[in-house]
């Protein structure tokens, strides 16, 4: 299966229980059901379906901030049998897309430092290291938050 066999869609209540168990078997510290509730209206809450499974997701949403709004990429993640396809950049770019469609000039996200492979995945996307925050992860990991600037990101537009 190819991203370009994927179809990737706005996101529907019904997707929500198939997104909590990529959530679960993508990260040691999963969101609860409830937090994608909230986030379901977000601009850039996206999944990734083939053969009517969800088989990856994208939470960002879109912060006004003075003319300047800013993208935040909240959580992607692909299932474990469907990764290593290139459907996680395929889910970021059209992500990126619905947070410049939506107004936002930048975007940011936060990585955890010994994620070497999503980090590899943002820096061919044109994600720079910003900072780096000490004991982001409740394991103690620090994070490093990355951003891109929308109007000079050309891999998805």
Not at 64 to 87: C, F, M, Q, T, W
Not at 125 to 149: I, K, Q, S
């Given at each position: 299966?190819?991203?370009?066999?994927?179809?990737?869609?706005?996101?529907?209540?019904?997707?929500?229980?198939a997104?909590?168990?990529?959530?679960?078997?993508?990260?040691?510290?999963?969101?609860?059901?409830?937090?994608?509730?909230?986030?379901?209206?977000?601009?850039?809450?996206?999944?990734?379906?083939?053969?009517?499974?969800?088989?990856?997701?994208?939470?960002?949403?879109?912060?006004?901030?003075?003319?300047?709004?800013?993208?935040?990429?909240?959580?992607?993640?692909?299932?474990?049998?469907?990764?290593?396809?290139?459907?996680?950049?395929?889910?970021?770019?059209a992500?990126?897309?619905?947070?410049?469609?939506a107004?936002?000039?930048?975007?940011?996200?936060?990585?955890?430092?010994?994620?070497?492979?999503a980090?590899?995945?943002?820096?061919?996307?044109?994600?720079?290291?910003?900072?780096?925050?000490?004991?982001?992860?409740?394991?103690?990991?620090?994070?490093?938050?990355?951003?891109?600037?929308?109007g000079?990101w050309v891999?998805?537009?």
């Amino acid at each position: 299966m190819t991203p370009a066999e994927a179809t990737i869609r706005s996101v529907e209540r019904a997707d929500l229980l198939a997104v909590l168990r990529i959530e679960r078997a993508s990260f040691d510290d999963p969101w609860p059901y409830g937090a994608f509730e909230r986030l379901i209206d977000e601009p850039a809450f996206l999944v990734a379906e083939h053969d009517g499974a969800i088989i990856g997701f994208l939470v960002a949403d879109v912060t006004p901030n003075a003319g300047r709004d800013i993208g935040h990429v909240k959580d992607l993640a692909v299932s474990p049998e469907s990764r290593g396809r290139g459907l996680g950049r395929a889910l970021l770019r059209a992500g990126l897309v619905r947070l410049r469609t939506a107004g936002a000039t930048v975007a940011k996200l936060e990585v955890r430092e010994g994620n070497d492979p999503a980090r590899s995945l943002y820096a061919t996307e044109g994600f720079e290291p910003v900072r780096r925050v000490e004991r982001y992860y409740e394991d103690g990991e620090d994070a490093l938050v990355l951003a891109v600037d929308l109007g000079e990101w050309v891999h998805g537009g």
